[in-house]
């Protein structure tokens, strides 16, 4: 079976093309491609495929085997990979409010968490460098975050983990998102706090981690413990979740600048569709054959 392995940021994923190969047991497989002494090494596993609804689809395993819903660090990676390999031809330019240039090609990618555009940035040889991609309007009610907790929005929420008393914005963006502010995130004990909370009780189906240090209004840092992976380089779903909960808790604006342990990513939640969008690059490391 030929494999793309493939990062956005560090956040990085073993690709297969399901146009042309068929994988039988993907969580299985996912399990054992990610485990970094033994088999490839990866923060999960991405499934090329084909789609009734869009240009492609793209189903997204983390390295314990669960699949998850979205992958904002993935989704521009499937984008860099399907232009390039001809999976589909590409569409009309993409138009992004606030930025100052147009993307001349785009793609529509199926997700577990509906259809998403991305806009594609190129090099002289026709190698996508960066991706925009419009992520969707923010889901900010905790029975579709979800979270097991009332109201209509989850602003700076007092919650007890292992001790300590912490602050939580809810957001999701296709995933669950749980966001804490802080002064440092370099002091915060993630590899403790993170499986803490994202097994609590509150979150039917468990939840990304994410604590963020406000440097500046329309900059952040953030560090991550992703569902089902652990610690990661870097998180795209969360970084615009962390955009929208800082413009929640008055403490960013709505066009930020994320860094990100593996580099950074530019934000802006749109006030005039509501939409966020997300632009980063898209680096494929090499290419392998892995043994049926």
Not at 143 to 155: A, S
Not at 200 to 205: G, R
Not at 223 to 242: F, H, I
Request: hydrophobic share 40%.
């Amino acid at each position: 079976m030929r494999f793309a392995k493939m990062h956005g940021l560090g956040n990085d994923y073993v690709y297969v093309d399901c146009f042309d190969h068929e994988v039988k047991d993907p969580a299985k497989l996912a399990r054992v491609i990610s485990d970094r002494h033994k088999g490839i090494g990866a923060d999960g596993l991405i499934l090329i495929c084909p789609s009734e609804a869009a240009d492609v689809r793209m189903r997204i395993f983390n390295a314990d085997g669960s699949e998850a819903e979205m992958c904002g660090n993935g989704v521009r990676c499937v984008a860099k990979y399907a232009y390039e390999h001809g999976l589909s031809p590409a569409g009309k330019p993409l138009s992004v409010a606030g930025q100052a240039h147009d993307y001349p090609a785009s793609l529509n990618i199926e997700t577990a968490a509906g259809i998403l555009t991305v806009g594609l940035l190129t090099d002289k040889r026709d190698r996508v460098q960066k991706v925009c991609v419009n992520m969707g309007r923010p889901i900010l009610k905790p029975k579709d975050v979800p979270v097991n907790l009332p109201g209509e929005r989850i602003v700076e929420h007092p919650i007890q983990v292992l001790g300590h008393e912490l602050l939580m914005t809810c957001v999701s963006m296709g995933n669950p998102h749980a966001i804490f502010f802080c002064d440092d995130v370099s002091l915060v004990e993630l590899e403790r706090l993170g499986p803490a909370i994202e097994h609590d009780s509150l979150f039917p189906n468990r939840i990304n981690v994410h604590f963020v240090q406000i440097d500046k209004p329309h900059q952040f840092t953030m560090r991550t413990w992703e569902r089902g992976s652990g610690v990661t380089m870097a998180c795209g779903t969360g970084a615009c979740a962390c955009c929208v909960a800082g413009v929640l808790a008055k403490n960013a604006r709505r066009t930020c600048t994320a860094h990100l342990p593996g580099g950074n990513l530019e934000l802006n939640w749109c006030a005039e569709d509501d939409c966020v969008y997300m632009t980063g690059p898209a680096v494929q490391v090499f290419e392998g054959i892995w043994p049926d």
